[in-house]
């Protein structure tokens, strides 16, 4: 017999109540009656988990268990249920802790241990990653609904003339009392959830009123989320959206980082499905994840975007502007264009213009603005 099961005859007693916690058991055969004192609270049937509490959180058994038929128990070891608790969400973590502890308190008043009352217990769970990130993500709901994200947009200008031609959309969280939360803080948490379908849901809805706005040569640029890639009542609306404003599906580039694309042929499936609504798609970040030469090709993206730190270090490390000038070529012969990020001074702008780039953003062009400057640097630019 395989030697992680277990026999006990009927009425044979599995674990009793103060036990320590070895293992969980799943039923095999036959019926189990979890007890305490007198009075038998459950009686389990195949297929079921019992003994687990004490295995997650370390704790003495709080109920007892015995055979109520001849049965044949499968043991789970400790660390097939901890690894997994250990590797799973924060927020899962501190809610199965929460749990475990008011089911506790129900089952007996007398497992606290000394110093460890059920209301400290759950005050530090409170206190823990897991809840507080819970916090900000609701937080975040209420801020997408009364407007506290904002978006701003970063103008991208044309290397070659020296004038804006597009934007890049980016989102802030204003928050009452923590000030602007940066979006590589607050788009994880969104990312997390179903959120960020609500946020870029907002980013698209801006976009497309400030292209309204804007000279049809004028494109704005946004960042899509994998969960976003997958949500088709998104794309939905966000075409109708724009049919609504007529504006052209070219003037809304989509941004895609390079770290979403881990499953190859998602990727794929996800670019052509925005190629096939008409949007042209950028590489984002692009030389800072697993750009491979393969998805180049086979991707076949609209523009690459080169990460800003291949421009920070360009004149400080030869090997940058060199991988830089590679890019460059690449780009050209595959047909592809060229944004160069983080471009802060006006040398790196001269020398990336040498290079052959088409476009240039970063503070030396401008930082990320509100729609009403939008608005006012293109009357004049
Ligand atoms: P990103 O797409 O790489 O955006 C560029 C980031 O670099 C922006 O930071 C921008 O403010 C900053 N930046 C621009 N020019 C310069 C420069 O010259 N020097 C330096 N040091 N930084 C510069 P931001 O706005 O904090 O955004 C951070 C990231 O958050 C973005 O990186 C993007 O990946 C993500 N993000 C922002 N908004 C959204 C959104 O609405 N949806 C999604 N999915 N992601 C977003
Ligand atoms: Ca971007
Ligand atoms: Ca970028």
Same mark, same amino acid.
């Given at each position: 017999?395989?030697?992680?099961?277990?026999?006990?005859? =009927?009425?044979?007693?599995?674990?009793?109540?103060?036990?320590?916690?070895?293992?969980?058991?799943?039923? +095999?055969?036959?019926? $189990?009656? %979890?007890?305490?004192?007198? +009075?038998?609270?459950?009686?389990?049937?195949?297929?079921?988990?019992?003994?687990e509490m004490g295995v997650l959180d370390q704790k003495?058994?709080?109920?007892?268990? =015995? !055979?109520?038929?001849?049965?044949?128990?499968?043991?789970?070891?400790?660390?097939?249920i901890t690894?997994?608790l250990q590797?799973s969400d924060p927020i899962v973590k501190a809610m199965v802790r929460v749990l475990l502890k008011r089911f506790r308190s #129900?089952?007996?008043?007398?497992m606290a241990l000394?110093?460890d009352?059920l209301l400290t217990e759950v005050e530090s769970v409170m206190e823990d990653d897991g809840l507080t990130k819970i916090?900000?993500?609701?937080?975040?709901?209420?801020?997408?609904?009364?407007?506290?994200?904002?978006?701003?947009? @970063?103008?991208?200008?044309? %290397? *070659?003339?020296?004038?804006?031609?597009?934007?890049? !959309?980016?989102?802030?969280?204003?928050?009452?009392? /923590?000030?602007?939360?940066?979006?590589? &803080?607050?788009?994880?948490?969104?990312?997390?959830?179903?959120?960020?379908?609500?946020?870029?849901?907002?980013?698209?809805?801006?976009?497309? &009123? $400030? #292209?309204?706005?804007?000279?049809?040569?004028?494109? %704005?640029?946004?960042?899509?989320?994998?969960?976003?890639?997958? *949500?088709?009542?998104?794309?939905?609306?966000?075409?109708?959206?724009?049919?609504?404003?007529?504006?052209?599906? &070219?003037?809304? =580039?989509?941004?895609?980082?390079?770290?979403? $694309?881990?499953?190859?042929?998602?990727?794929? /499936?996800?670019? *052509?499905?925005?190629?096939?609504?008409?949007?042209?798609?950028?590489?984002?970040?692009?030389?800072?994840?697993?750009?491979?030469?393969?998805?180049?090709?086979? #991707?076949?993206?609209?523009?690459?975007?080169?990460?800003?730190?291949?421009?920070?270090?360009?004149?400080? *490390?030869?090997?940058?502007?060199?991988?830089? @000038?590679?890019?460059?070529?690449?780009?050209?012969?595959?047909?592809?264009?060229?944004?160069?990020?983080?471009?802060?001074?006006?040398?790196?702008?001269?020398?990336?213009?040498?290079?052959?780039?088409?476009?240039?953003?970063?503070?030396?062009?401008?930082?990320?603005?509100? &729609? =009403?400057?939008?608005?006012? #640097?293109?009357?004049?630019?």
């Amino acid at each position: 017999m395989n030697s992680h099961l277990k026999c006990y005859k =009927k009425n044979e007693v599995i674990f009793l109540k103060g036990d320590a916690s070895i293992c969980a058991y799943l039923i +095999e055969h036959g019926k $189990v009656d %979890i007890f305490v004192g007198d +009075e038998t609270i459950d009686t389990l049937v195949v297929g079921d988990l019992f003994g687990e509490m004490g295995v997650l959180d370390q704790k003495p058994r709080s109920t007892s268990a =015995k !055979a109520h038929t001849d049965v044949v128990l499968l043991e789970v070891k400790t660390d097939q249920i901890t690894e997994r608790l250990q590797q799973s969400d924060p927020i899962v973590k501190a809610m199965v802790r929460v749990l475990l502890k008011r089911f506790r308190s #129900l089952l007996s008043n007398d497992m606290a241990l000394p110093g460890d009352s059920l209301l400290t217990e759950v005050e530090s769970v409170m206190e823990d990653d897991g809840l507080t990130k819970i916090k900000l993500e609701s937080e975040l709901r209420s801020a997408i609904e009364d407007g506290s994200v904002k978006t701003v947009y @970063q103008p991208i200008h044309d %290397i *070659n003339t020296g004038k804006v031609a597009g934007f890049e !959309a980016l989102s802030r969280w204003e928050h009452p009392e /923590k000030g602007v939360i940066s979006p590589f &803080e607050f788009i994880t948490l969104a990312e997390e959830t179903d959120l960020i379908v609500d946020v870029g849901r907002l980013v698209f809805e801006r976009a497309c &009123e $400030v #292209l309204s706005q804007l000279s049809e040569q004028l494109f %704005i640029n946004i960042n899509v989320s994998a969960k976003q890639l997958d *949500n088709d009542l998104f794309w939905k609306d966000v075409v109708s959206m724009m049919k609504e404003k007529q504006i052209a599906h &070219e003037r809304l =580039k989509l941004e895609i980082t390079e770290t979403l $694309v881990v499953d190859y042929e998602q990727a794929k /499936k996800w670019i *052509n499905k925005c190629r096939a609504l008409g949007f042209p798609i950028c590489a984002d970040d692009f030389g800072t994840g697993h750009s491979g030469m393969e998805q180049l090709v086979s #991707l076949e993206y609209d523009v690459l975007k080169v990460d800003q730190v291949f421009v920070r270090n360009m004149f400080e *490390n030869k090997k940058y502007a060199t991988v830089l @000038q590679s890019i460059a070529r690449i780009a050209t012969d595959l047909n592809m264009k060229l944004v160069a990020e983080g471009v802060e001074t006006k040398e790196q702008y001269q020398s990336l213009k040498l290079l052959g780039f088409d476009y240039g953003q970063g503070y030396f062009f401008g930082k990320p603005m509100d &729609e =009403k400057d939008v608005i006012n #640097l293109t009357k004049n630019g």
